[in-house]
């Protein structure tokens, strides 16, 4: 089981920060789980000079571009340096804020140029009953991968997350059912992209309202790897309740 802990910016305090670290660790130990920690950027180097070898670190994002004259841009070999070994990418909120599907799919290429593992975001804003929210998340994956090469696009791992659950409590976020279906599509598209049997390989994520009163029928569905959790990841004792929960 693997959760990546999405800490966007509610923890603006480094000792709040510590303090998830030092549980993270302890969770990590105790169930078998991997626990990925996306921090804000400025505290992956005081985290990551800590970690041992129980947590690994992500950013939550990177910059489209690689370098030279572009104020407050992060790149990707930056947050590698920091202690980041993944990447969140074309997450909604960046998506809302004007990310574009080139900009995405430039972003996963940096990542992985720079040895970052991608976490690559996908989803609908909304479900219509034509089905055209499986077009768009079909469109989401394809852009971002299609330009890789087949090892490239190994090493992506896909979070499935609505918009429409993210940020949502429990009750709003989607049914076992529904994730079901959403998985094995998401591996169908993914079969067509990755080279040979590497499909049935490749990690999909499920995020957005996983909380402590979820995760475990989330956990049950088939295929589904692990989470990407926001805000229940940013509280040691909520954090607590659903990593034990999802293990
Ligand atoms: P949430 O966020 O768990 O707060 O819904 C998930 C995400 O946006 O990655």
Not at 150 to 159: C, H, L, M, S
Request: charge should be neutral; aromatic fraction near 6%; charged fraction near 20%.
């Amino acid at each position: 089981m693997l959760i990546v802990a999405n800490w966007k910016a509610y923890i603006a305090d480094l000792k709040k920060a510590q303090a998830l670290l030092t549980q993270s660790k302890r969770l990590a130990r105790a169930t078998n789980t991997t626990i990925i920690l996306a921090p804000p950027g400025p505290f992956l180097g005081a985290l990551a000079a800590k970690r041992g070898n129980l947590v690994a670190f992500a950013a939550q994002d990177v910059s489209s571009i690689t370098g030279g004259a572009h104020t407050g841009e992060v790149t990707a070999l930056t947050y590698r340096e920091s202690g980041a070994a993944y990447a969140i990418v074309g997450h909604s909120e960046r998506r809302t804020a004007g990310d574009t599907g080139e900009m995405v799919a430039e972003k996963v290429a940096h990542a992985l140029a720079n040895e970052l593992t991608p976490v690559l975001c996908v989803g609908e804003a909304v479900r219509d009953e034509q089905g055209r929210y499986l077009v768009s998340v079909r469109e989401q994956i394809t852009s971002a991968l299609m330009p890789l090469t087949g090892k490239e696009r190994r090493q992506v791992i896909i979070a499935y997350e609505p918009r429409w659950a993210i940020g949502q409590h429990a009750e709003h976020a989607i049914t076992p059912t529904d994730l079901g279906e959403m998985i094995l599509y998401i591996r169908k598209v993914l079969a067509e992209l990755l080279p040979g049997r590497s499909a049935t390989g490749a990690q999909v994520l499920y995020g957005g309202a996983v909380e402590a009163e979820n995760v475990r029928a989330l956990a049950q569905v088939a295929q589904v790897d692990g989470f990407l959790v926001g805000h229940a990841s940013t509280d040691p004792g909520t954090f607590t309740a659903l990593v034990r929960a999802a293990a």
